[in-house]
């Protein structure tokens, strides 16, 4: 496969289609997560291995899916790729399995992974659909990281667990909260989508 | 070990202090894609509120009675999925053969319930919350009720917002998340009232 191919699918993964900010897609989980960076490192990690790998099965099963049970097979093939997830997590991270809680069964109804799955992994072959996934999953991994650190470093004063605000800096409490998830989402979408108003009013 | 709450207060605890939507965030997607119109956010509403209410008590049976004495637990989100696929199929046949209007009316975001992150989301916190049977159900109606709350709520601001000058960039989803963030700040003011672990 090409170079330019791979490039192609991942600005569109990162960037031009962002499962998040573009798509509105898959953010319960974006929300929920996001006060801490460690959750939102695992829960993202968690996310490109099974966007990737239920791409890329998807794909290879596409040719003998029945059309009219294929949502069934989709969410199946997720399925029980969550499962390896949450079997792994329960294993080697307990602490961090516990704190997400239901969170990483919900991967499951993520929609990313569904879009994914129906709008690209249906109609191409293995690799360029598991490379798409990834790209994806990447995508949504990257805001939510972003989001987390403004969330993590204004509410707790911490990075990863690690104190890094003066002595003086009072915790906001607020930003790890239910409603900040919300506020900051916003004010993502805001810059993004402006940031894109700017560049098409520049090349008429 | 169960949990010691009673079945009123977890009732009353997911509408308000819990709300599914608000505090836990599940069932955005359909959240801010159906919520532009009063009338089908209320249809909507009830239709999730109906499914979940039932698919919690249906897990619950499959959870304790099938996964746990055969050592499945692990196969729980399977189980849970396939019983909410199979009860939204259901339910989309009884609908399109009882009440041909509201099968239109519902739509496509009939059979997008099965991947609504609230229904699947009710059903895991029942099992790590370790509610009983009587627990459970109330947690699932009350969820659906909050759900639908938020979602009519939502509906009708964003109604009245049609008229309003907002920025380019924010017009869409960027101020319905505003909206949605506003509402679970006034919805916190419940948490005085009632507490749910």
Known sequence: MAKTQVRTLFRKGVWEENPVFRQILGI???????NLMTNTLIMGLGLIFVTAMS?????????????????MVQVL????YVMMVDIFLKAYLPDISEALGPYVGLIITNCIIMGRC???????PVWPAFLDGIASGVGYALVLLIIATVRELLGFGTLFGKPLMPSTWVPWTIMIMAPAGFFMLAVFIWIAYTLEHKKTQGKP | MESSLSAPIIFFASIFTNNILLANFLGMCSFLAISRELPSAVGLGL??????TCTTALNYLVYHYLLVPFHLVHFRFIAFI???????QLVEMVIDRYSPRLYVVLGVFLPLITVNCAILGVCLFMVIRKYNFVQSVAYGFGGGLGWMLAIAALAGIREKLKKAPIPKALEGPGISLIVAGLMALSFMAFSGMIQMG
């Open chain 1, 77 to 80: 093939i997720i399925a029980s």
């Open chain 1, 28 to 34: 319960c989980s974006a929300l929920a997560v996001t």
């Open chain 2, 47 to 52: 239709a999730v509120t109906f499914v979940m």
């Open chain 1, 118 to 124: 129906e709008g690209f992994a249906r109609n191409n």
């Open chain 1, 55 to 71: 791409s890329a099965t998807v794909s290879a099963l596409r040719k003998i899916t029945p059309e009219r049970i294929r949502m």
């Open chain 2, 82 to 88: 396939i019983v909410i696929a199979a009860f939204v």
